[in-house]
């Protein structure tokens, strides 16, 4: 049974950081491209970034704005997200995904979440 497990998610000042944690389980990780996704309310899920199995080429959404890092452990199974320099608007569900190269986001493995809140 897969399961992605996010962690690391709370109430935090803007300008503050955060670090969240993914912990995989049930898939041979170092298979997987890793993906944080996020969803504020109201609004839908989108894109915050990507690393591949290798740690390399990874993929940032625009609104990162050089504010974010992630990173993996393949030995750990782990994937992170370093959030620095967080605003209000960055408040939003932040995901935990897992996919197989050339597949798509929609069709991989999600975690439940974990709550991300910046007060202003």
């Known amino acids: 049974q897969v399961q992605l497990v996010e962690s690391g998610g709370g109430l935090v000042q803007a300008g503050g950081s955060l670090r969240l944690s993914c912990a995989a389980s049930?898939?041979?990780?170092?298979?997987?491209?890793m993906g944080w996704f996020r969803q504020a309310p109201g609004k839908e899920r989108e894109f915050v970034a990507s690393i591949p199995w290798s740690g390399r080429s990874t993929d940032y959404a625009d609104f990162v704005e050089g504010r974010f890092a992630v990173s993996r452990d393949n030995a750990k199974n782990a994937v992170y997200l370093q959030m620095n320099m967080l605003k209000s608007e960055d408040t939003a569900v932040y995901y935990c995904?897992?996919?197989?190269?050339?597949?798509?986001?929609?069709?991989?493995?999600w975690g439940q979440g974990t709550q991300v809140t910046v007060s202003s």
């Open positions: 049930g898939i041979i990780f170092s298979w997987y491209v």
């Open positions: 995904e897992a996919r197989q190269p050339g597949s798509s986001w929609e069709r991989g493995y």
